[in-house]
Nanobody
Framework: QVQVVESGGGLVQPGGSLRLSCAAS????????MAWYRQAPGNQRELVAR???????VYTRFLKGRFTIDSDNAKNTVYLQMKSLEPEDTAVYYC?????????WGQGTQVTVSS
């Protein structure tokens, strides 16, 4: 059974940085896409960034270059480096891993940006 687990969230002051990690355990084949989404209270879940196994990256425009997505395909792990965090970045961040036949979601990790 595949499990996807996020880590690295927490409380950070405005302007600070965090690095989120997401790892898939269990037998998972042919990942074709790994992505980070976020959901703030009262809002819909939205895409933050995605990466394919060949390294193609897509970022949502609101990030303004502050976040970087990377992956370690051998470890089925994806990372999100977040810099210059703003209070508006406060949300639960979710990892999504997509294979040819399934889509797996983690439980989410809370990121709170506040002074």
């Amino acid at each position: 059974q595949v499990q996807v687990v996020e880590s690295g969230g927490g409380l950070v002051q405005p302007g600070g940085s965090l690095r989120l990690s997401c790892a898939a355990s269990g037998t998972i084949f042919s990942i074709i896409d790994m992505a980070w989404y976020r959901q703030a209270p009262g809002n819909q879940r939205e895409l933050v960034a995605r990466i394919t196994p060949n390294g193609t990256k897509v970022y949502t425009r609101f990030l303004k270059g502050r976040f970087t997505i990377d992956s370690d395909n051998a470890k089925n792990t994806v990372y999100l480096q977040m810099k210059s965090l703003e209070p508006e970045d406060t949300a639960v961040y979710y990892c999504n891993m997509v294979t040819l036949s399934d889509s797996y979601w983690g439980q989410g990790t809370q990121v709170t940006v506040s002074s």
